[in-house]
């Protein structure tokens, strides 16, 4: 069965840290380009960070507002992109989202949020607050 599984999300402390993964069942994520969005309560989505794929740009891409703080990165062996996210704060607290970008390698440059993404994870929650 093809999908995308979210995990490592939880409850931390302000200025602490998450490591989130996303990982592919029945196909090669490397082979796409993969994206984290979040959603607060009462909030549009908002595209986080994206990296592209084996045989794309080599381009990653970070929303200004966790620029400095999170890192994305991919361990194909694994079938895994992942979310570093350090110095959170209560503002990042939101569902987050994997998604692969449609048949691409790339991430399509700056307006990659609004690219047409083929699978979506199921999210996982990250909430930090005191």
């Known amino acids: 069965q093809v999908s995308l599984v979210e995990s490592g999300g939880g409850l931390v402390q302000p200025g602490g840290s998450l490591r989130l993964s996303c990982t592919a069942y029945?196909?090669?994520?490397?082979?796409?380009?993969v994206a984290w969005f979040r959603q607060a309560p009462g909030k549009e989505r908002e595209g986080v960070s994206c990296?592209?794929?084996?045989?794309?740009?080599?381009?990653?891409y970070y929303t200004d507002s966790i620029k400095e703080r999170f890192t994305i990165s991919r361990d194909n062996a694994k079938n895994t992109v992942y979310l570093q996210m350090d110095r959170l704060k209560p503002d990042d607290t939101a569902v987050y989202y994997c998604?692969?970008?449609?048949?691409?390698?790339?991430?399509?440059?700056?307006?990659?949020?609004?690219?047409?993404?083929?699978?979506w994870g199921q999210g996982t929650q990250v909430s930090v607050s005191s």
């Open positions: 990296i592209s794929g084996t045989g794309g740009d080599g381009n990653t």
């Open positions: 998604a692969t970008v449609s048949f691409s390698r790339s991430c399509g440059g700056s307006n990659w949020p609004s690219k047409t993404y083929a699978r």
């Open positions: 029945g196909f090669p994520l490397e082979n796409y380009a």
